[in-house]
């Protein structure tokens, strides 16, 4: 066997594996209520500002936590900390995503009772290339998107943004200074993916914000109400 064949066969057992951790955690997930969400992005996109906003804001009504994953530091953590909800750290050292089988392990590391959660947030490494290969176990895959990076980012990247669920336009509020061409973004995101439906929204002001959290309220009583059938 070639060299790049058995560079193929390592990945598909990898992916493989990863797969049946995955359905292991869904159906764990599942059975506990939890609704778990997880976000994708380039890095510098403002995921953990908008993370620190949703789970402050959330935090109201409902119980949450947060993992979030890193080549290094525990920076982003720290930050969501703010929030005063739940959250744990997952360096991947050199890897540049999550993996299942880590989401797995942080569970049981924290000893958090998942019962006792509403959601449970994802935040992947900063990489628009590698987790869409990798599926956690989430209920919602969201792919974020800033108005610094240019209309052409689901051209460039369309596999993430095929196997995400939703698409977020975030810092809208820096769009008219960055002349940020919003129905060209728009229709970069029908195209790679039809049907897609894309929030616009700023961390820093707030605004599109309560329509997203809405959004994620549907969807965890749509769960809990398949759970009790």
Known sequence: MSPEARLVEVRKHVLKQNDVVARALRTRFHGAGVFVVSLVSSPGSGKTAFLEKILTQLRARYRVAALVGD?????????????????????????????????????EEQKWNLGELDFLFIENVGNLVCPSSYDLGENLRTVLLSVTEGE?????YPTIFNSADVAIITKSDLAEAVEFDREAALRNIQAVRPG???????AKTGVGLDEYLEFLAERLAELRATATV
Do not use: W, Y
Request: net charge positive.
């Open 71 to 107: 080549l290094a530091t525990e920076n982003d953590a720290a930050r969501l900390a703010r929030s005063q909800a739940p959250v744990k750290q997952i360096i991947t050292g050199t890897l540049c995503h999550l993996e299942a089988a880590m989401v797995q392990n942080a569970v």
């Open 152 to 156: 052409d980012k689901p051209l460039k």
């Open 196 to 202: 897609m439906r894309v929030f616009q929204l700023s």
